[in-house]
């Protein structure tokens, strides 16, 4: 494998702020909001994550690469981010399962990044200003002005108003059967869910438990969801301000309209908060790594969480209230934060919903939160389905 780029590069944000280093995977110029993720494995799972849409990674963890990449690993059809940042790039990648370096696989996808910066700095940094927008030049454009570059960078939309999981969403739909991983017999139940981003991990993880996943696009239609007759409806993780979602909102909303047990995961939580009533808000700098310590009131436990979201939903944490939109109940906030107090989880207490903001599909990360996907179909089981006819 080859030796590191060696052009010249240079981290930009909106604030005037700089980072000299030098080009990593594709040389050139890339906008995006810079944001920082505290996970020390996993980074093939966090570039592939398609909630990380025109965002550039800040990794806090120094040493990324030194196991290469694989096929099996990604967590979608491409990189979805828009720039990567780096402390120490590996110089080559040793693994039994690499198939190519890093930086061979940014060069071939296209994202511009940064190594040799100092990532605490910079990490320490947006955790006081804020995640923030920024660019990566590299080559002929880290020589440009700093001025221009800055103005460059503070001209590019903000991520608050972004609608972008039309764009990273299956251009298709398609199913995943139970018996394509590991399920023996009829399949338990139907399951239509919602590409706003989906990773690989969640439909291997639903169909290894015996539930038949219909996968649809971002845009469709309540028609579209029950020509499938399913038993329960999931709402995936995906990017972007969920103030603009409102597309998914209304559709949510004839979900719980027709009683069919729902299940929604970080961008699915904000819907499903909207969809209720509630308002959502961007978080200063985001919860993004895969050590994220949070409450679940069900069971009374701590669990620590892999997450990757800059917004959140704006509930009162405390005892049951009825939804903004009464006609769905009594809902409360079922996991909550114990870094921030930030809404991690709704439940409706009246219908079978429910809704968490992190990542049980633990690609990567911890398994504590794996037995959500149980509790889903726990509650399809014990729901009959009302939505014929509806």
């Not at 828009?82 to 061979?104: F, H, I, K, M, P």
């Not at 438990?209 to 038993?231: K, N, Q, S, Y």
């Not at 509630?278 to 994220?292: A, D, M, V």
């Not at 997450?307 to 009162?316: I, K, L, S, T």
Request: aromatic share 6%; with cysteine; glycine share 10%.
């Amino acid at each position: 494998m080859s030796l590191l780029n060696r052009a010249p590069a240079v981290l930009v944000l909106a604030d005037g702020t700089a980072h000299h280093g030098h080009a990593y995977g594709q040389t050139g110029t890339t906008l995006g909001e810079a944001v920082f993720t505290t996970g020390m494995t996993g980074y093939q799972e966090t570039l592939t994550d398609p909630s990380y849409a025109r965002q550039i990674i800040v990794q806090t963890f120094p040493h990324i690469g030194n196991t290469g990449v694989n096929a099996e690993d990604a967590e979608s059809r491409a990189v979805f981010a828009a720039g990567y940042v780096v402390r120490d790039a590996a110089r080559r990648a040793s693994n039994w399962r690499t198939e190519r370096s890093l930086d061979e696989e940014l060069q071939a996808q296209g994202v511009v990044g940064i190594q040799g910066v100092d990532t605490r700095a910079i990490t320490r940094h947006l955790r006081s200003a804020g995640s923030m927008k920024a660019g990566i030049f590299s080559g002929e454009a880290a020589g440009r002005p700093l001025a221009d570059l800055v103005a460059e960078v503070a001209a590019q939309p903000s991520m608050a108003g972004a609608r972008l999981a039309e764009e990273v969403t299956t251009e298709s739909a398609y199913t995943v059967e139970p018996s394509e991983h590991g399920w023996e017999g009829e399949p338990l139940h139907t399951v239509v869910a919602l590409d706003l981003g989906l990773k690989a991990a969640t439909p291997r993880h639903l169909a290894a438990r015996g539930i038949r996943l219909h996968v649809l696009p971002a845009t469709a239609t309540f028609e579209d969801i029950t020509a499938l007759d399913p038993d329960g409806v999931f709402l995936s993780n995906g990017p972007g301000d969920p103030a603009t979602a409102d597309d998914q909102v209304a559709l949510t909303r004839r979900v719980l309209d027709a009683g069919l047990p729902f299940f929604g995961i970080c961008f699915g939580n904000q819907v499903f908060g909207r969809a209720l009533g509630f308002g959502t808000y961007k978080l200063p700098f985001g919860h993004r790594g895969p050590n994220q310590p949070v409450m679940d009131k069900t069971t009374g436990r701590v669990e620590i969480t892999s997450q990757n979201h800059g917004f959140a939903v704006d509930a009162p944490l405390g005892e049951p209230v009825t939804a903004p939109e009464s006609q769905y109940g009594r809902v409360e906030v079922s996991h909550w934060s114990l870094n921030d107090q930030v809404v991690e989880g709704l439940r409706l207490l009246d219908r079978p919903a429910f809704s968490v903001q992190f990542h049980p599909e633990s690609a990567a990360g911890p398994h504590d939160s794996v037995t959500l996907f149980d509790r889903f179909i726990e509650l399809m089981s014990t729901t009959s389905n009302p939505a014929e006819g509806a």
